[in-house]
Nanobody
Framework: QVQLVESGGGLVQPGGSLRLSCAAS????????MGWYRQGPGKQRELVAT???????LYADSVKGRFTISRDNAKITVYLQMNNLKPEDTSVYYC???????WGQGTQVTVSS
């Protein structure tokens, strides 16, 4: 069994920054691709970013140049640095191992003045 625990969400003004963290319960996760998804009010869950074991990254067009995904395999933790946040980034953000049933509980990010 694998547990993923997100943290770092909150309320921020437009143009502000937040860093989300996702801590995994098992070191075996260091060999997997990890990802962040989000689900806004009344919207479907969508991909935000992924990162492979080797550090190759992929981003949704809507966050390119503003968000950065990274990982620390020694700490079995994945991060999402979010800069220049916009109101449309308001969502619950989920950490996951793409292709598996393993998801975190989600962390709320609200961008509002």
């Amino acid at each position: 069994q694998v547990q993923l625990v997100e943290s770092g969400g909150g309320l921020v003004q437009p143009g502000g920054s937040l860093r989300l963290s996702c801590a995994a319960s098992r070191s075996i996760l260091s060999i997997y691709t990890m990802g962040w998804y989000r689900q806004g009010p009344g919207k479907q869950r969508e991909l935000v970013a992924t990162i492979t074991r080797a550090g190759d990254t992929l981003y949704a067009d809507s966050v390119k140049g503003r968000f950065t995904i990274s990982r620390d395999n020694a700490k079995i933790t994945v991060y999402l640095q979010m800069n220049n946040l916009k109101p449309e980034d308001t969502s619950v953000y989920y950490c996951t191992m793409p292709g598996t049933d393993y998801w975190g509980q989600g962390t709320q990010v609200t961008v509002s003045s």
